[in-house]
Nanobody
Framework: QVQLVESGGGLVQPGGSLRLSCAAS????????MAWYRQAPGKQRELVVG???????DYTDSVKGRFTISRDNAKNTMYLQMNSLKPEDTAVYYC??????????????WGQGTQVTVSS
């Protein structure tokens, strides 16, 4: 059974920092591309940043220079270090694991989400 469990969310003041974690089980973690998505109230879920199985990363423009994604394959865990947080970063943050399979269909899993609130 695949499980993605996020942790580390909470309430932080503007300019503050948080570190999110996503612990994976039931998958061969090192073979999956991982990503953080977020969904603010009344908005669609959006991709924040992804990291490939090889370690390549891609960030949405609004978080470049403030957020850093990383992964520890030995611990089956992905991280998101969020610095200089802004109120517009407020959202539920979701962990995603994806593996593309050209012949047998892609594998795609989601965590339950963790709330990040940036407010004074």
């Amino acid at each position: 059974q695949v499980q993605l469990v996020e942790s580390g969310g909470g309430l932080v003041q503007p300019g503050g920092s948080l570190r999110l974690s996503c612990a994976a089980s039931g998958i061969i973690f090192s073979t999956y591309s991982m990503a953080w998505y977020r969904q603010a109230p009344g908005k669609q879920r959006e991709l924040v940043v992804g990291i490939s199985s090889g370690g390549s990363t891609d960030y949405t423009d609004s978080v470049k220079g403030r957020f850093t994604i990383s992964r520890d394959n030995a611990k089956n865990t992905m991280y998101l270090q969020m610095n200089s947080l802004k109120p517009e970063d407020t959202a539920v943050y979701y962990c995603n694991a994806k593996r593309l399979r050209p012949f047998f269909g892609d594998l795609n899993y989601w965590g339950q989400g963790t709330q990040v609130t940036v407010s004074s």
